[in-house]
């Protein structure tokens, strides 16, 4: 069954390279199929592309940063040859990631294979029959106990699932209407007030003093600023990096758009305005000195050259 998902994947890549959505991948390189990775994750991902991730990379998903995934670039290189028919490729912990690029909807593995189970069995059923029989009724027979087979195997899972559900479900213990009625009229009305009134105090009270309980001592890059957050906060996105709570970066450092009409020097002469080219080549400019959150690298003061070059020929 691997070289039927191997074929696949094959099959699936020579389609959706036509396409205009991953033209990249027309000349396949590890750094092009690590960006399109990259911009994958960064748009999100489920649960069971995380485990294909994890096993990829063998860390867990938590712990793979942006610069951690780009330095991992030769990782890519086997699944560029993969793609480019240089190598067969057996290892499924990189078909799984093949599959993860190209969006093959057929993965993971095991979803592959129960999908194609089914059709594999009907094919080598009708194959045999014909031989022997050469019966049409016959084979619309099998074809028909062979879907009837896969409906009970769904239907069984569906009932175990169902019976996990209730065995973890706490049960309600409920009293008889009798108990119930007799119960509630031997109940004051004045507790019942008095319950109530404490029951909203207290929930006040927890809404109210709810931010004390978590303290941001953290904090993350959100588009364009820093963020306060929990340490212990799990961040959705694996590209976001949890630093320590710096006041002063959070309130005043930022990314910012430039122009024609931005005030780029003091009256000094002093620069005002700090820049950075990112993977993709493209000029990021910060109103302040400091380091690029993403990649760590330190800004660059600006100057006349790159006003001329990138912001004032860019916007001709």
Not at 105 to 113: D, E, L, S, T
Not at 178 to 193: D, L, M, Y
Not at 239 to 255: G, N, S, Y
Request: proline share 4%; glycine share 4%.
């Amino acid at each position: 069954m691997i070289e039927s998902y191997k074929k696949a994947l094959k099959d699936y890549y020579e389609i959706q390279k036509e396409g205009d959505q991953i033209s990249s991948l027309l000349n396949p390189t590890p750094a092009g199929l690590r960006e399109i990775l990259i911009l994958k994750m960064k748009e999100g991902i489920d649960v069971s592309d995380k485990k294909i991730i994890e096993h990829f990379f063998d860390v867990p998903f938590a712990e793979l940063t942006l610069n951690k995934l780009r330095s991992e670039t030769d990782k890519f290189k086997a699944l560029a040859n993969f793609l480019k028919e240089k190598s067969g490729g057996s290892d499924l912990r990189r078909l799984e990631m093949v599959a993860l690029i190209l969006d093959f909807k057929q993965r993971p593995y095991a979803k592959f294979v129960k999908i194609n189970k089914n059709i594999s069995e009907v094919e080598d059923i009708i194959a045999d029959e014909e031989a022997n029989y050469d019966s049409e009724g016959l084979i619309e027979e099998t074809i028909n106990e062979v879907v009837e087979k896969s409906e009970v195997e769904d239907s069984t899972d569906k009932e175990i699932v169902t019976i996990e559900v209730d065995v973890n479900t706490p049960k309600v213990i409920g009293f008889s209407e009798e108990v119930s009625i007799q119960k509630r009229k031997n109940v004051p009305v004045k507790k019942i007030g008095i319950i109530g009134i404490v029951s909203v105090i207290i929930g006040i009270s927890l809404f109210l003093n709810f931010k004390t309980w978590t303290t941001k001592d953290c904090m993350v890059w959100k588009g364009d600023k820093y963020e306060a957050v929990d340490c212990t906060e799990t961040i959705n996105s694996f590209a976001e990096t949890t630093l320590p709570k710096d006041d002063k970066l959070i309130k005043e450092f930022r990314k910012m758009k430039v122009d024609s009409k931005t005030s780029f020097f003091d009256k000094k002469g002093n620069p005002k305005i700090w820049y950075i080219k990112n993977p993709n080549g493209i000029l990021e400019f910060y109103n302040q000195p400091g380091l690029q959150p993403e990649t760590g690298k330190t800004l660059k003061p600006i100057s006349k050259y790159i006003i001329q070059e990138y912001v004032l020929n860019e916007n001709k």
